[in-house]
């Protein structure tokens, strides 16, 4: 008898399972318009993720997403609107609700990366007045959902949406962002799916049986 792998049509969570996954993703600070009418952007970008199976109900899970990320003050009436190039690393626990669906919840990290551009400021040259576009890192609490639209054995498509919750924000800044990614991903270890050597012995076990 012919080794004939199973179509996989969902996820099966189980220990020691590790995948891997890459993606396009839209991002936005969470910010009203200013005075001047400088609303948040939407930003496109790339990111991708490791995630290694614990148990059959939750995994373990690193993010890298690279942003062009906008910050927001505002003092009395006047408003500063400025943008950084950011490393975003997050690192935490996610939860299957479902073959399809899960939810996740991480401590991010945020490495500033290149120039700060001003984007609008009311402010003078002078009054040294900045954002945490300026600073080195930044901390956030990261809450994702995550649903699968498409899987055959181990490969995937998942969309997913997150809210990144800004814990080192200066005063009267808004410095949250939100996004939704689009990624592939591949299952690089799953004791379901045996690998093509392992799958050849077995073939050749069987029919010399």
């Known amino acids: 008898m012919l080794f004939t792998p199973t ?5 099966d969570t189980s220990e020691g399972n590790i995948s891997v996954s890459a993606g396009a993703l839209l991002s936005q600070s969470i910010f009203n318009s200013s005075a001047d009418g400088s609303a948040a952007s939407q930003l496109g970008s790339f990111g991708f993720t490791v995630l290694g199976d614990i148990n059959e109900q939750g995994s373990l ?5 690279f942003l062009n990320k906008q910050y927001y003050r505002e003092i009395g009436e006047r408003s500063l609107v400025e943008m950084t190039k950011l490393s975003h690393i997050s690192m935490g626990y996610r939860r299957w609700l479902s073959k399809k669906a899960s939810a996740s919840l991480s401590l991010g990290t945020g490495y500033s990366m290149g120039e700060v551009q001003v984007v609008q400021s009311d402010f003078l040259l002078n009054e040294n007045v900045g954002t945490s576009a300026r600073d080195t890192t930044e901390y956030t609490l990261d809450l994702a959902f995550q649903y699968e639209v498409w899987r055959q054995n181990k490969n995937s498509v998942f969309l997913e949406t997150r809210y990144s919750k800004s814990l080192t924000a200066q005063k009267d800044e808004y410095a949250d962002h939100a996004s939704i990614m689009l990624s592939w991903q591949v299952l690089l270890q799953n004791k379901d799916f045996p690998d093509d050597e392992t799958a050849k012995y077995d073939e050749k076990n069987t029919d010399e049986k």
């Open 61 to 65: 899970e690193v993010g890298f997403y």
């Open 7 to 11: 179509l996989a049509l969902s996820y």
